[in-house]
Nanobody
Framework: LVQLVESGGGSVQAGGSLRLACAAS????????MGWFRHAPGKERETVAT????????YYADSVKGRFAISRDNAKNTVYLQMNAMKLEDTAMYYC????????????????????WGQGTQVTVSS
């Protein structure tokens, strides 16, 4: 049974930092695409960042580039999202998900290409 469990959400003031973690189990962790996505009320779900657990290759949405960093610890089957210089518009439910690496294309950048999802963790940024 594939399980993805997020942790690390909470409340933070604008300009502050949080680190999210996603612990994976129930499948062969290596050589998969892992992504962080967020969904705010009244907005569409959006891709935040993705990482290929094999090479560590990453992708970031323009809205978080330079502020967020995705990383992985393959020994712990865990993917992280370090969020710095947070803004009010970062407030959302954050999800991690697993997708399939596509030869020649890399990791999908669209959330609906990811087929296993965690339960989400709430992040709230206040002024």
């Amino acid at each position: 049974l594939v399980q993805l469990v997020e942790s690390g959400g909470g409340s933070v003031q604008a300009g502050g930092s949080l680190r999210l973690a996603c612990a994976a189990s129930g499948y062969t962790y290596n050589y998969n695409c892992m992504g962080w996505f967020r969904h705010a009320p009244g907005k569409e779900r959006e891709t935040v960042a993705t990482i290929y657990t094999g090479s560590g290759s990453t992708y970031y949405a323009d809205s978080v580039k330079g502020r967020f960093a995705i990383s992985r610890d393959n020994a712990k089957n865990t993917v992280y999202l370090q969020m710095n210089a947070m803004k009010l518009e970062d407030t959302a439910m954050y999800y991690c998900a697993r997708g399939r690496f596509q030869l020649g294309l890399g990791c999908p950048r669209i959330w609906d290409q990811y087929n296993y999802w965690g339960q989400g963790t709430q992040v709230t940024v206040s002024s």
